[in-house]
C-alpha cells in the first residue's frame, strides 16, 4: 500500500541493489526512512599524495615540454624519443640515455645505472615504446605526449591491470571493489577497495592434518602447512614400531638413536665406521651400511704396491705383500712421482719444490711441495681505495673489495672539527656534536637554548651594535657576530698625502691621492713630478735632466746624479755656425763646435764655416756698386705658400676664410702646447666646394685633413701634430688687404 512504511530488514537489500531507486519512489509515494546500521561505512582513500603529485607533474610538463632531461638539462619536445625508467619513472631522451649507458658500460661491471635513481640495468635501450611498453614509435599527435591513448594495462601488485589510459609516473592504487579473507579460508570480511585489502590471519588454528598423522600446530597461514615439529626418536633400521606416532628406528649398524622433529628426514647411515669383523678377522672397510659386509681387499692382491710386478698365487689374505725393491714412482699429489722404493701405504711427503700462484695470483712463486702455505709474491697493489684518495700499496694483495680503513680526516662545515668516519667519497657528515651552552648573539640580547648542534650560526639581532669605535663615532649598523665593525662611513675632511686638498671622505679612508704632481723639492733640486703619493719622494731615483751648466754654457743633460760631479759626456745641444759674410749657416753638435774652436785657436766658432762661391760673387758685386754709387736691388720676397683657390676666397668670400683660418690657428696652438703628439678639430658639415677650401688651406699649416660620413653630412677633421704643424706668413687678412 502508498505511503506504508516497508520493514527495515526487507528494505535495505533493495537499497543496495536498486540503481533507480529515486524515481521508483517519486512515482510510488515518499521515499521511506531507513535506519543505518553497524559501522559507518570509511570513505575511500585516494591515491597517495606523491604518487598522484608525480603522475600529474610529469603528464603537465611533457604536455607543455617544460619537463628537463637528467643527461643533457635540455627540454623534452613531443616529437623527440624519450626513455622511462621503471623505478623512479624519470623520462629523459632516448639518445641520452643510449650514451650514458654505453659510456657506462665500458668497464668490467656490465650494467649501467639510471641517472635518476641509480637503479642497475644489464640492457642497453633500443627502441622509442610509449609509457605502457606495447606500442613503439607512439604518434605525437596523441592525447598525451609520448603516449599510444590505450589503455595502460601494466600489472600491480593486485591481479587487476591499470584501467587509465598510457600514462607517465606510478598507477594509482587500484580501486576495483573485492571480498577480503583469512591465510586459512575460515573467516570473510565485507567488500574493500582491492588497495585497502590486508593480509589478515583469524584467531582459529589450521588444525590440518599432516603426512606423519600429527594435526598442524600453527596459526591460520597459507599455502602448504610447516613441517612437524614434534620431537621423535629415529633411526635407520627395518625395525620399527608405532605408538602415537612415535617411530623408533635403529642405524643398520645398531649403534645409534637421535631424538629428532617429526619431519626430519631419516637418512640411510648414520656415517660411523662398521664395527663387524670379517671372517678373517680383518676389520670391514666400510662405513655403516645395509646388507653383508664385502670380501677382504688383500684377499684380492696380485700385483706389488708399486704395480709393475706379479705377485706369487697367495694362500690367504694374511700372506704378507711382498715389495720388488724398484722405484715407487707413484705421482703425488704435487705432479712429482715417488723416489722411495716399492713400499705399502701411502707414500712420503714430497721434499722437491714447484711452482705456485702467489696469493694475487700475477706471479709464480716456488715453494716446497709439502709446505701448505700460500706463497706470497713482492708486487705492491696499486688499485684505488673505494675513497679515490689513497691507493692499497699491499704486497700481494687479494682483496676484492679494496675499502679505506683511514680516518677521513676532512675538516666538517662546522669548521672546529673534523670527520672521524673512514676515509669516503662525497661530502662528510654533518658535524655530530651537540653544546649544552646557551648561544647569543654579540649584545646578548638573543639567545638559542641548549642543545645546540655544532656549526649552528648564532641567532640573528636586529638591535644596534654595541661596541665602541676607535674613531669615536657612533655605530649605526645592527648586531653582528664579526670581530671587528664595518668601516666607519661618517664624512670627514680628509687631506691628500702631499696635502694639495681636501675631500669630504669616510672616516675609515685616512691617506688618498689627489693625482696631482708632488711638487715637493727634492735634495738634488728638482721638483718631484710623481703623482701624489704617501712614500717619501726620495723613495725612487731621479729621472730628470741635470741641471747644471757645462764649460760650453749648456745644462748637462745626462739623467740627475745629486751632488756628484757631472759625468764626461759630449754635448747633445746644437749650435749655428755661419760663413763671414753670414749668409750661410750649419747646425752642429756643441761638442763638434767647441773642437772645431780649440783647433782653430784664433778663429771664432761663427767663423769656422768657409764661404763658397755665391758668397764670393754677392761681396764682388756689393763692392763694385758701392764704387759706381749704384744702389742694390733689393731681395724678392717668399713666395706665397698658398694655392690659387685659397687667394680666391680671401678675396671674394673673407669672412668665411678667416673663420676657417682662425680656426687652424688655434688648433696649432693646442697642438704646441699639448703634452700628447697630436690634437684635432672636427669641422661643421660643409658642401664640396667648402671642404676642398679647407684641405687648401690645411695643407699651408702642415695639417692633415680628412673628410667622414655620406653627403649631405660629410664634415673635415683637422690633425695637427706637435712640431710639425706651423702657421703660414702673410696671413689671409693681408693677402686679401681686407682689415681683420
Known sequence: MTGETPNTSAAQPARRQNPNQRRYYQNRGPRPHYRRQGPRRQQQPQPAENERDQKAMLQEALDSENHECL??????????????????????????????????????????????????????????????????????????????????????????????????????????????????????????????????????????????????????????????????????????????????????????????????????????????????????????????????????????????????????????????????????????????????????????????????????????????????????????????RHKCQQTCCDFTEHICLRPCGRRLTCGLHRCDMPCHRGQCPRCTNTSFEELRCACGSEVIEPPVPCGTAPPACRRPCIRVRPCGHDTFHECHIEDECPPCAVLELQPCHGGHETRHLPCHIKDYSCGLKCGQLKPCGHNCDRPCHKDPCESKPCQLPCPVERGCGHPCSMPCHGDAECPPSSCPHKVTTHCPCGRLSESRPCSIGATLYRAMRNMTVEESLPCDDECRRLERNRKLAEALGVQPRPAQPPPVPYTDLVKEWARTRAHFAQDVERQLIELVKRAQSSHRPSESYAFKCMRREERHFVHDLAEAFHIQTASYDEEPRKNVVATAKRGVSVVPEPRLAQLGRVAP
Open 71 to 388: 643527461v643533457c638539462c635540455a627540454k623534452i619536445r613531443r616529437p623527440v624519443a624519450v626513455w622511462s625508467c621503471n623505478i623512479c619513472f624519470q623520462v629523459m631522451h632516448l639518445f641520452c640515455v643510449k650514451k650514458w649507458a654505453t659510456a657506462a658500460m665500458q668497464g668490467e661491471v656490465g650494467t649501467w645505472p639510471c641517472p635518476g635513481c641509480r637503479n642497475p640495468f644489464s640492457s642497453l635501450p633500443r627502441n622509442y615504446v610509449c609509457f605502457c611498453g606495447r606500442r613503439r614509435d607512439p604518434s605525437p599527435r596523441s592525447h598525451s605526449a609520448h603516449s599510444c591513448g590505450d589503455s595502460c594495462a601494466r600489472p600491480r601488485s593486485c591481479p587487476h591491470p591499470c584501467p587509465l589510459r598510457c600514462h607517465p609516473g606510478p598507477c594509482p592504487p587500484c580501486q576495483a571493489v573485492v571480498r577480503s579473507t583469512c591465510l586459512c579460508l575460515k573467516e570473510e570480511r565485507p567488500p574493500l577497495p582491492c588497495h585497502r585489502v590486508e593480509v589478515f590471519c583469524c584467531e582459529q588454528g589450521c588444525q590440518k592434518r599432516l603426512e606423519c598423522g600429527h594435526m598442524c600446530e600453527a596459526g591460520c597461514h597459507a599455502a602448504a602447512c610447516p613441517p612437524c615439529t614434534r620431537i621423535v626418536e629415529k633411526g635407520t633400521s627395518p625395525l620399527e614400531t608405532q605408538a602415537h606416532f612415535i617411530h623408533v628406528l635403529v642405524c643398520p649398524c645398531g649403534q645409534h638413536r637421535q631424538m629428532l622433529a617429526c619431519s626430519t628426514p631419516v637418512l640411510g647411515s648414520c656415517g660411523a665406521p662398521c664395527p663387524h669383523k670379517l671372517p678373517c678377522d680383518h676389520p670391514c672397510p666400510l662405513r655403516c651400511h645395509e646388507g653383508s659386509c664385502p670380501v677382504c681387499p688383500r684377499s684380492l692382491i696380485t700385483h706389488c704396491p708399486c704395480g709393475r710386478n706379479v705377485l706369487p698365487p697367495r694362500s690367504s689374505c694374511k700372506d704378507p705383500v711382498i715389495c720388488c725393491g724398484a722405484v715407487c714412482d707413484k705421482p703425488r699429489p704435487c705432479g712429482h712421482p715417488c723416489k722411495e722404493k716399492c713400499h705399502e701405504g701411502d707414500c712420503p711427503p714430497c721434499t722437491l719444490s714447484g711452482k705456485r700462484k702467489c696469493r694475487c695470483g700475477r706471479s709464480d712463486v716456488s715453494v716446497p711441495c709439502q709446505s701448505d702455505q700460500v706463497p706470497v709474491c713482492q708486487k705492491r697493489c696499486q688499485a684505488s681505495f673505494e675513497c679515490g
